[in-house]
């Protein structure tokens, strides 16, 4: 320390000297913690230590029956929670060879683009938020509740509701459903344009988040990076294309993709996947089949031995399930490999050479979920 | 490319490499000192152009510790699942693969706090997500904690 | 629950113990009634019930009129923190930290099943701290796995309460348990 007092003024300045944005921040969407090691306000680079929300799931899965660990899939990401118990039903069905009826089918994918367009508002309130404009927070969440409403009339929760079970879902939908989810869309489709207006045309945003943090296709591919924002980069990886379940094979939308590989370009891919999630929703809502709500499915559930695993598209990214089993009720060994572990990884790549104030953008347009990484 | 000659192709490179039945991707068990060369191999083959490494876990199967990697090719669409295995429990070793795909390098990480696999030249290999005074590597399965964990 | 129903709280009955004189009763009064409607929490959220509390403060369930008009980023500066989510065993040291930088009066909402006791996380799960008042010491638990924003509200409403219940002239017999 003494030496530093006494250097002069110019060659302090071109120490090097670390920070942290510690656990506890108002930025760091979660438990995150970043050593920054910085010249001036340049990052040089950056070590996330994770592990602050580390619950041992994995574990725990090994000690749970099947229909146990939809409820652990939950909390896992807490915001596709409907997409993470989608993946861990549809390994067992596989696995198990068991046709769910047509309108489950309808009926999971409806849920689940509800739950990518509430994460994504979500993400772009805090999105926003961080950049300093807390105009986002109030109108984000405000149309979020819209979706929490029709979730709470039909499952009961708000959220982390634990709907989809091996063979089906809980219960049948409220008859009021239908109405809800075409007043909801009605309602926001007029709304999104005040976030276009909002946010993507704002002269700051366009300067704080152009030509920031560059991640090209190859860095993509070779560090993980799925999702919107691998998307961003130009990679076609979205799971619900390239080898779809559920009703994704048979209605039309566009995989959202954008090649500027920068924060503006994943910022617009998510602002586009709303749109396009608006529409499968419209090509479902009117012709859900009548029928049951859930296969026929033995009480308790015992996969035969051998190895599985399963891909959706979660709203972050590509989360795949892998389950070693040996014939039990409770799984030999289950590994999630999620999306925000992965994009996380990339972070120090992107943001050398960025400034302080870029790295809150850049962290905020990868969208990142603490529990996901953590597990 | 289909699985046959994939399969093919690998045990070409690899003679030693056995190959698993009955299981959803083409799976094969290859010799661990074999692995990296396999999987530069693998990547810039331009008709296997295997570059996108998906999912890496460790597996207890009760005498064995295994890492399985599941890799998938963004150009041809297909997907083959390695595995290496050692018998050594107390000191775990096999060589890193995160020149070859960058994604590795946590991932291997994470191997190494849950299971005490070591990965020869990992850059920086130390524990994840526990801290890095706790003994023990939780998810295998003599993992004992008799306060947390209730055994049936 | 309203205020005149804490008739079976012993609390309320140390509370008419002690009794003051009349000069103090009053200050006691507007000291507490400043405290309690405006209770700055520190920004805390490890994990879903964070979200729950995020959507308390936007525009439908509203707790800026509960007097919660700004979150701190500081420790220093807040007066309340809502615990909500898991802590696990790395970050239950920080936890004390934050706790232990907060200046006095300083309150501890424990929001959510798995601050009260470990909640879905309770069996097997080798880093989950299965409660949070084994590290600081709680005023109000909220149950719920998320609590829906009404029940955060009513735990807010419940902190204010107990503050108004506190004392100046022997605030070692306050009402709030542990304070010195």
């Known amino acids: ?375 | 490319m289909d699985n046959e000659t994939l399969k093919a192709r690998i045990l070409g490179i690899v003679p030693e490499a056995q190959p698993e039945e009955n299981k959803q991707y083409l799976t094969l068990v290859v010799p661990a000192s074999q692995m990296h060369g396999l999987g530069e191999k693998l990547k810039n083959t331009p008709e296997l152009s295997f570059d996108f490494l998906f999912c890496l876990s460790g597996v207890d199967y009760g005498k064995e510790l295994a890492v399985v990697y599941h890799l998938n090719s963004t150009v041809h669409k297909h997907t083959v699942v390695l595995k290496v295995k050692t018998g050594d429990r107390a000191n775990p070793g096999f060589d890193t693969v995160c020149d070859i795909w960058r994604t590795a390098e946590f991932h291997e990480r994470e191997t190494y706090d849950m299971f005490g696999i070591k990965f020869n030249n990992h850059p920086d290999l130390r524990r994840i997500f526990l801290d890095e005074e706790w003994k023990g590597y939780p998810l295998r399965k003599d993992y004992v904690d008799e306060v947390n964990i209730v055994e049936f | 629950m309203k205020e005149k129903d804490f008739q079976d709280n012993e609390t309320l009955e140390l509370f008419r113990k002690t009794g003051s004189g009349i000069l103090m009763t009053t200050i006691d009064a507007v000291i507490d009634w400043g405290r309690s409607n405006s209770v700055w929490p520190l920004t805390f959220a490890t994990s879903c019930c964070g979200i729950e509390m995020m959507a308390t403060g936007a525009s439908r369930h509203d707790f800026a009129r509960f007097g919660i008009e700004v979150y701190r980023a500081s420790p220093r500066q807040a007066d309340v923190i809502v615990v909500a989510g898991t802590i696990v065993n790395k970050m239950a040291p920080v936890l004390k930290r934050l706790y232990d930088q907060m200046s006095e009066p300083r309150y501890v909402i424990a929001m959510g099943a798995c601050a009260v006791s470990g909640g879905p996380f309770y069996y097997n799960s080798y880093h989950v701290v299965r409660g949070v008042d084994q590290v600081i010491p709680v005023d109000v638990y909220i149950p719920g796995c998320p609590p829906r924003p009404e029940a955060l509200l009513y735990g807010v409403m419940q902190l204010q309460r107990k503050i108004k219940l506190e004392t100046i002239t022997r605030p070692e017999e306050s009402m709030i348990m542990g304070r010195k």
């Open chain 1, 1 to 375: 320390m003494k030496e530093i007092i006494n250097l002069p003024v110019s060659k302090i300045e071109e120490e090097e000297y670390h920070i942290n944005m510690g656990p506890q921040h108002p930025s760091t969407h979660g438990v995150l913690r970043l050593v920054v090691s910085l010249q001036g306000e340049m990052v040089k680079s950056l070590k996330p230590h994770c592990g602050y929300i580390h619950r041992g799931i994995e574990k725990m899965c090994e000690k749970d029956t099947y229909p146990q660990v939809i409820h652990l899939t939950d909390r896992i990401d807490y915001l596709s929670a409907h997409i993470n118990n989608h993946a861990v039903c549809l390994l067992v069905e596989k696995a198990l060879e068991i046709e769910v009826p047509e309108r489950v089918k309808y009926i999971r994918t409806i849920m689940d683009e509800l739950a990518r367009i509430q994460s994504h508002q979500l993400w772009w309130s805090s999105f926003g938020m961080d950049l300093g404009g807390l105009t986002c927070f109030f109108y984000g969440l405000r149309d979020r509740e819209m979706i929490l409403d029709i979730w709470e009339e039909t499952t009961g929760s708000r959220f982390l509701q634990s709907y989809n079970c091996p063979g089906g879902v809980m219960q049948d939908l409220h008859p009021n459903f239908q109405k809800r989810v075409h007043s909801f869309i009605k309602t926001f489709k007029k709304k999104i344009k005040d976030y276009d207006r909002i946010l993507s045309g704002n002269v700051i945003f366009e300067q704080r988040s152009m030509g920031v943090g560059m991640l090209s296709k190859e860095d993509a591919i070779s560090y993980g990076v799925t999702g919107p924002s691998g998307r961003g980069s130009g990679w076609s990886c979205d799971i619900r294309k390239n080898e779809p379940y559920s009703m994704y094979g048979q209605v039309q939308f566009n995989e959202v993709l954008r090649y500027g590989c920068d924060t503006y370009s994943r910022y617009m891919v998510r602002m586009q996947e709303m749109h396009e999630s608006m529409n499968i929703i419209e090509q479902l809502i009117d012709n859900i089949p009548a029928g049951d709500y859930s296969a026929k499915m033995k009480a308790v559930i015992k996969l035969p031995a051998g190895e599985y695993f399963q891909k959706v598209e979660s709203a972050r990214g590509e989360l795949g399930v892998y389950v070693v089993s040996d014939g039990n009720k409770t799984p030999y060994r289950m590994k999630f490999r999620t999306p925000s572990f992965s994009n996380l990884s990339v972070l120090d790549h992107i943001s050398r050479g960025m400034k302080i104030a870029d790295l809150v953008a850049i962290g905020a347009s990868l969208d990142l979920v603490i529990p996901d990484i953590d597990r």
